[in-house]
């Protein structure tokens, strides 16, 4: 069975730790072996010295004693080829006298030699090379001797320097071996402590590399560094991807927010608000102080606002508050307030409350006209119905007593029962005008031909007042019913005529609509 790619592999990074650790023990070599070159370089150096201070003693001494002037011959003569310090005696002219491991007859002339030449010029001399005498490596030191200007030179071989270099080279070698097996074990500590956090990085970064199952998985031979730069890129990618889809969200909502109708004021859990929209800084006169961090109750100080938000927070259940009052610019408005909460996805917990603040305003206007209306209309039929009643049991009365009906209580009678069936008819006008009920015949009507032959009717309640009527006509045509259009006008004039004085002039006039006028 095979494994899902989007396994994750072990989360130490041995690629890295194996390379840090190479780093490190090429650069604990690199300094030994610089360390140990240092070392021999000055152990040589300061053996030198030594043996050149010791030359200098002896020559010192030579001079100091002078024993070839007491016994010149003896003293040429002494040969000891397994002395450590060999002595030349060097003419003036560079020959060879005498010399304490060799014939000088069978030497040649030392005149050249480096030391000879210095000790003529500053009184001593010194210098390391091979000798070709006996073959191999000494140290020379060669001193002027006052009189005939003849020096005498003292040689040490350096077969003991390579001795004191060995001992040396050994000694050395197993301390900074010591060192290495120390300094190696430091490297792995801190190697591991260097890419022990880059390995949980790179786990983390493999963790959320994983949230985009369409990546392919990441190819086994490459190094964790690629790996990580990887992961990294593809972060960054998801980072940027889900960046702008939160803005488009964002500009989104915006959107949303600016076209809803109603005003929107969103809160935290105390008070602060966390956004609002463009209707609600309408709405509340205090918004230029809703972006200085002020609370709830300082932005909305009407009653019952900050309870209904309070309670939404305490519990998280939706809330609402009816009939909020408001002074605006514009007037008095009401509001009815709705609040949900509004919850943090994972764990469900109320963070702040969202109120919707719905206008119904000309719904409590069109309440109050509906009581009005009803008030109005109660009281109108009341009137002729009480009169029907009155009249109706009076020649109830007298028929039971076997007395005529009066003429003036049926004609009565039949006035008030057309004066409900009018009233009847305009009730059932207006409901069927509230109901949006269209059936309505729209064309284009002569305002001064319609005028005058609704006047016509009207012709006798006008004289009976001794009123005159006049019609002034600037709009030429209308476009509208007929039949809805007379009885708006037979409804004014009469009106017109029932509340104003007798003799008094009345008119009518048509007058084009203002250029601003919208008509639904």
């Known amino acids: 069975m095979t494994e899902p790619a989007t396994r994750i592999r072990p989360h130490f990074p041995w690629r890295i730790f194996s390379r840090v650790l190479l780093f490190q023990g090429l650069l604990i070599l690199a300094g030994l072996a610089g360390s140990a070159l240092v070392a021999r370089h000055f152990f040589k150096r300061f ?11 002896a020559m010192r001494e030579l001079k100091r004693t002078e024993p070839w002037r007491e016994s010149p011959t003896g003293w040429c003569e002494q040969k000891d080829p397994e002395a450590r310090l060999r002595y030349t005696y060097i003419a003036p002219d560079g020959r060879v006298l005498w010399d304490s491991q060799f014939n000088s007859k069978d030497m040649e002339n030392h005149g050249g030699r480096a030391e000879v030449e210095q000790a003529r010029r500053e009184g001593t001399g010194f210098s390391v090379r091979h000798s070709q005498t006996i073959k191999q490596d000494l140290i020379y030191g060669a001193t002027l001797l006052p009189g005939p200007q003849t020096i005498v030179r003292v040689a040490l071989p350096l077969g003991i320097l390579a001795t004191a270099l060995s001992a040396f ?20 500590f801190a190697a591991r402590a260097v890419v022990a956090p880059f390995g949980r990085l790179l786990r983390s970064a493999r963790a959320l590399g994983q949230l985009d199952a369409t990546e392919e998985s990441a190819p086994e031979g490459r190094d964790e560094w690629t790996e990580l730069e990887a992961s990294i890129a593809r972060i960054g990618r998801d980072l940027e991807a889900t960046s702008e ?28 608000p ?35 938000f309070e309670q939404v927070l305490a519990t998280g259940q939706p809330a609402s508050l009816d009939a909020l009052e408001m002074e605006m610019g514009s007037g008095r408005r009401f509001f009815l307030l709705s609040v949900s909460p509004l919850r943090r996805r994972r764990s469900e917990l109320v963070y702040g409350a969202v109120g919707l603040f719905h206008d119904v305003t000309e719904l409590k206007i069109a ?34 007593a076997g007395r005529p009906a009066p003429a003036e209580f049926l004609t009565s009678i039949q006035r008030n029962s057309q004066r409900l069936l009018s009233l009847i008819d305009d009730l059932l006008n207006l409901s069927a005008l509230e109901a949006n009920v269209d059936g309505l015949e729209r064309e284009h009507i002569p305002t001064g031909e319609f005028t005058t032959r609704v006047l016509s009717q009207l012709a006798s309640k006008l004289q009976l ?21 007379e009885q708006v006008l037979i409804n004014l004039v009469e009106n017109a005529n029932k509340f104003t004085p007798e003799g008094r002039a009345l008119g009518v006039a048509w007058r084009p609509a203002p250029a601003d006028f919208s008509r639904s």
């Open 465 to 485: 007042k001794r009123q005159t009527m006049t019609v002034e006509v600037e709009a030429p045509t209308v476009f509208a019913d007929p039949l809805r259009l």
């Open 245 to 272: 889809r939160l803005k488009l969200e964002r500009d989104e909502l915006a959107t949303l927010m600016e076209a809803i109708s109603e005003a929107v004021l969103a809160v935290d859990a105390d008070g602060v």
């Open 47 to 57: 053996f030198l010295e030594e043996v050149r201070t010791e030359l200098s003693d």
């Open 367 to 400: 309440e109050r006209i509906r009581i009005d209306f009803v008030a109005n209309v109660s009281h109108e039929l009341r009137t002729p119905l009480t009169a029907i009643q009155g009249y109706s049991e009076t020649l109830l009365m007298d028929a039971a």
């Open 169 to 188: 080279d050994a000694y050395l070698a197993l301390n900074l071996f010591l060192i290495a097996l120390f300094l190696g074990g430091f490297a792995i």
């Open 274 to 308: 966390l956004f609002f929209n463009s209707r609600f800084a309408l709405l509340a006169p205090s918004s230029p102080v809703i972006r200085d961090g002020r609370r709830l109750p300082q932005i909305l100080p009407q009653p019952g606002v900050k309870e209904v």
